[in-house]
């Protein structure tokens, strides 16, 4: 069942799911030897529901390994979002004494058995949401036990093996494990679920006490629990959603959750707050070891692009409140496809980096690519840095993307004249990465005002034949960035709106560019990650060449580079 538009838009470096549909992150933790990417997943069809929490590792945050669906749907409801914890001295008291001294025996295979399961086929008619729920709840109600649903799974001949992960010896003995903390939904209740983990998060079994937290709300989700080391306990930031309230709890033992306080409404509302997060940043350049904390709070829909939007507050955190700095609203990104971020809990050297959902809730399910849906963010690592006005605002930047680089492709560029251009063409199939650090000189004096940028414009166009183009610009006048996607023709949607914008340095001419081009995403980090924008791009055919544009100025190009990224995602 895999279309044209299935193939052409697969990303080569980013996550996407075998097949299904994939939203939000969940449970990012480093575990000491594997990165773990869960996932909110309906792996019956194309759309959102039946949310399931999907599964891969990684070693390098790009090469993702496919594992078994790790939380299920149930009777008890829907597996919405969450997060994992390391509970390394079994605080929870939820792991049997001692066994995780010793290595599981049987566990790579019991691994590799699961992963030969799979998914029911797609139905013929993909647009139709109905039948695709209704098969799905058909076989749900069928199959009342887990090993039921396996077994008839891995009967279905679309199939598809997931590889076992080859479990490394490396974890240094530990009293406990991994913990999922995450949300039941059914219509009529969200309350807050925990899940332990016998085998370093392969499988996540339902704690017997669940829930664990319960308000007898229906819109109360999204746990993400981070470790408070100054108060020695566990604090999980949740939404209630609809009263826009980011709720805070605290606990010694995951099972047990005690109210803190609440933050909110605040900054943007939107209909609901979703997917909250809390991290304590490093202050670049500042003395070391400065950190302040920054609470992100998705919103959707409401978001001032259209849809789905992250806002972010920088403050202070005592372990019972969150008290902003300062009464600046912003947003983690100008474009509007990164959504519902978490941050790595567990992180090597106690780094902020979070993945996002590469997508917007106003068009995820009807995007052209049908047999999958959905794509994660490339990782980012998240630092404070004081902007022209002295805010401390977040700088974004691709985290372990130098890894992937292949040779540069030979080009060589210093100058560009008034009113010209050069050209090179894109390698075919590839994700690449352009480099570009460029100053805008004065306004020739020859040119007329007018059209074109009143004082000089710069364009970098990937473009194809059929004449699509996709342009990210810098205005010399404003010192705007744009980013234009709507000379594209491979998707239309009336949300699919087309040009973005950010204010870059006031009165600035030089401006730095980092972008990242991978079938259908678009990841522009400006001025070393101060600016953000993301974008699902849809060309109805490959793009082709990459061109360099200025009008009335010249530009000095300080640094150009182009690279084609190794492949990491085989799908
Ligand atoms: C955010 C969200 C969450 C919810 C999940 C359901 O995108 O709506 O609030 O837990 O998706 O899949």
């Excluded at 920088?314 to 971020?341: C, H, M, N, W």
């Excluded at 210093?414 to 306004?443: F, I, K, N």
Aim: hydrophobic content about 35%.
């Amino acid at each position: 069942h895999e279309t044209l538009a299935d193939k052409q838009y697969r990303p080569n470096i980013h996550f996407s799911p075998p097949t299904g549909f994939m939203n939000d992150p969940n449970g990012l933790i480093f575990d000491g030897r594997y990165f773990h990417l869960y996932y909110q997943y309906n792996p019956f069809g194309p759309y959102a529901g039946h949310v399931h929490w999907g599964h891969a590792v990684s070693t390098d945050l790009y090469t993702w390994q496919d594992l078994p669906i790790a939380i299920r749907e149930t009777e008890a409801g829907e597996a919405y979002s969450g997060c994992a914890v390391l509970d390394r001295d079994n605080r929870s008291g939820l792991f049997p004494p001692r066994t995780q001294d010793k290595p599981q025996p049987g566990s790579v295979e019991t691994a590799a058995q699961k992963a030969a399961q799979l998914f029911p086929s797609l139905p013929e008619d993909e647009q139709d949401r109905r039948s695709v729920n209704k098969q799905a709840q058909d076989l749900l109600d069928k199959t009342k036990t887990n090993t039921d649903l396996l077994r008839q799974l891995s009967d279905n001949p679309v199939s598809r093996d997931m590889s076992p992960v080859p479990m490394a010896p490396a974890l240094p003995p530990m009293a406990g494990g991994l913990v999922a903390i995450y949300t039941r939904a059914t219509p009529q209740r969200q309350t807050q679920y925990i899940a332990w983990s016998p085998d370093g998060g392969q499988t996540l079994k339902d704690y017997e006490g669940n829930p664990v937290l319960d308000i007898g709300h229906n819109s109360f989700r999204d746990p993400k629990v981070i470790w408070h080391a100054p108060t020695e306990k566990w604090v999980m930031v949740v939404v209630r959603s609809r009263e826009h309230k980011v709720s805070f709890y605290g606990s010694f033992d995951l099972k047990h959750w005690m109210h803190l306080s609440d933050f909110g409404p605040s900054g943007i509302t939107g209909v609901d707050y979703e997917c909250p997060a809390l991290a304590e940043v490093e202050v670049e350049g500042e003395a070391p070891g400065e950190k302040r904390w920054v609470l992100f709070v998705s919103i959707n829909p409401g978001g001032p692009q259209g849809g789905s939007i992250t806002q972010y507050f920088v403050g202070q955190f005592d372990g019972e409140r969150f008290t902003p700095d300062d009464t600046i609203v912003d947003l983690t990104d100008f474009g509007k496809d990164s959504y519902a971020l978490q941050t790595y809990e567990n992180m090597p050297g106690n780094q902020t980096v979070y993945i996002a959902w590469l997508d917007n809730w106003q068009y995820c399910e009807e995007l052209p690519n049908k047999s999958w849906r959905g794509i994660m963010t490339i990782p980012r690592k998240v630092v404070l840095r004081r902007d022209t006005a002295g805010w401390l605002r977040i700088a974004q930047n691709p985290y372990g993307l130098e890894a992937l680089r292949q040779p540069a492709i030979p080009f060589a560029l210093s100058r560009l004249e008034p009113q010209s251009s050069r050209q090179l063409s894109l390698p075919t199939g590839d994700a690449v990465e352009l480099l570009l650090d460029v100053s805008l000189e004065d306004r020739a004096s020859n040119l007329p005002d007018g059209d074109q940028g009143r004082a000089g414009r710069f364009v970098v166009a990937f473009s194809n034949r059929q004449g699509e183009s996709l342009s990210i610009g810098f205005d010399g006048f404003s010192c705007q960035l744009w980013l234009d996607r709507s000379n594209l023709h491979g998707f239309t949607h009336p949300f699919f709106t087309g040009t973005f914008s950010s204010a870059l340095i006031p009165g600035s001419r030089r401006f730095k560019l980092r972008i990242v081009l991978d079938a259908c995403t678009l990841e522009v980090f400006a001025n070393e990650g101060m600016s953000v924008g993301t974008a699902l791009i849809y060309p109805a055919s490959p793009l082709e060449t990459l061109s360099f544009q200025v009008t009335n100025a010249a530009a000095v190009i300080h640094k150009v580079a182009l690279y084609p990224l190794r492949k990491t995602m085989d799908r």
